[in-house]
């Protein structure tokens, strides 16, 4: 089976730095998406990892490393607009993903 | 902006109500996926269609009847629904089924409301 999680709350105050665990157990791997989603919105993709290390994109970095079955999602500098609810999915050896439950991060001012 | 379109966005129906969602997609993918979200869950994959072929069931009840006539269309139709089946159903797309960077793009959610 899969086993996916996240803390299910975070609260930051804007322009700070805010980091997002994720920690899994699955039966393959095949890469590993963070995805954010706002209330009554659809998730939309935010990075993608399959090798051990950092990718960066702007105010967001993912993290992975396969060996301790883990990654870390950072969102830097943050504004009003990245309170929401971000998802860590794992895709599988072949094409499902599966899901943690979501991390809902709230910024104050 | 989204290239899934998913109608209609919130439904309320009966349990003995025969009702379908309809997703559409722009991007022209050729896999498309159901998810169901409820409430602090995670999502849950539900059928996969790849080129109009149903490559996934994951153990769906059978009052759930997907159908895929084509690469752009799916529709999931709900028939003597359970109240537990209240949930946000997702629908989302992806070039092929799950290559590198491939990722899914989801649409906005049917928020179905079973009394």
């Known amino acids: 089976g899969q086993n996916i999680d996240q803390p299910t709350e975070m609260t930051a105050t804007e322009g700070a730095i805010v980091q997002i665990n994720c920690t899994y157990q699955?039966?393959?791997?095949?890469?590993l998406f963070w995805y954010q989603q706002h209330a009554g919105e659809a998730p939309t993709f935010l990075s993608y990892?399959?090798?051990?290390g950092l990718e960066e994109k702007g105010r967001f970095s993912s993290f992975l490393s396969r060996s301790k079955g883990y990654s870390y999602l950072l969102l830097k500098e943050l504004q009003m607009k990245d309170s929401a609810s971000y998802l860590c999915?794992?895709?599988?050896?072949?094409?499902?993903?599966?899901f943690g439950a979501g991390t809902t991060v709230t910024v104050r001012a | 902006e989204t290239g899934v379109t998913q109608t209609p966005r919130h439904l309320v129906m009966g349990m003995t109500n025969k009702k379908s969602l309809k997703c559409e997609q722009h991007?022209?993918?050729?896999?498309m996926y159901w998810y169901k979200q409820s409430a602090k869950k995670p999502l849950e994959l539900m059928f996969v269609?790849?080129?109009?072929?149903?490559?996934e069931n994951n153990s769906v009840p059978s009052r759930f009847s997907p159908e895929c006539p084509n690469s752009s269309h799916l529709f999931l139709h709900l028939h003597t629904l359970q109240p537990e089946d209240s949930a946000l159903y997702l629908c989302?797309?992806?070039?092929?089924?799950?290559?590198?960077?491939?990722?899914?793009?989801f649409g906005p959610g049917t928020r179905l409301t079973v009394l």
């Open positions: 991007l022209g993918h050729n896999a």
């Open positions: 699955t039966s393959g791997f095949n890469g």
């Open positions: 989302a797309s992806s070039q092929d089924l799950g290559q590198g960077v491939d990722t899914q793009y």
């Open positions: 990892n399959v090798l051990d």
């Open positions: 999915a794992v895709r599988d050896g072949n094409y499902k993903l599966s």
């Open positions: 269609y790849s080129l109009e072929e149903r490559v």
